[in-house]
């Protein structure tokens, strides 16, 4: 059994930071490659960055890069994403996502397992 839980959001002013966690249990995840995923209101989820768990590779989506890192603690096995220059417009439902294949992907039916997301607000 896989579980994912993210922490870490909350509540910031623009130009700020915030960084979310995820903290993966039930498998051994060398083989796996992890994303980050968000969702506004009334708006479609979308993809904000993966990372490959055994190489360390990451790629991001255009509206995040240069603000936005992904990372991971193979000893605690979690995963980062570390959020800075914060923009009301990332105001989203933050999910983690695990896919049981190391190649990265930015579309969300391309993962098997999902956090229940944890809440980010950028106030202007």
């Known amino acids: 059994q896989v579980q994912l839980v993210e922490s870490g959001g909350g509540l910031v002013q623009a130009g700020g930071s915030l960084r979310l966690s995820c903290a993966a249990s039930?498998?051994?995840?060398?083989?796996?490659?992890m994303g980050w995923f968000r969702q506004a209101p009334g708006k479609e989820r979308e993809f904000v960055a993966a990372?490959?768990?055994?190489?360390?590779?990451?790629y991001y989506a255009d509206s995040v890069k240069g603000r936005f890192t992904i990372s991971r603690d193979n000893a605690k096995n979690t995963v980062y994403l570390q959020m800075n220059s914060l923009k009301p417009e990332d105001t989203a439902v933050y999910s983690c996502?695990?896919?049981?294949?190391?190649?990265?992907?930015?579309?969300?039916?391309?993962?098997?397992?999902w956090g229940q997301g944890t809440q980010v607000t950028v106030s202007s």
């Open positions: 996502a695990a896919r049981s294949r190391s190649s990265l992907r930015t579309m969300e039916d391309e993962y098997d397992y």
């Open positions: 990372l490959n768990w055994s190489g360390g590779i990451t």
């Open positions: 039930g498998r051994t995840f060398s083989s796996y490659a």
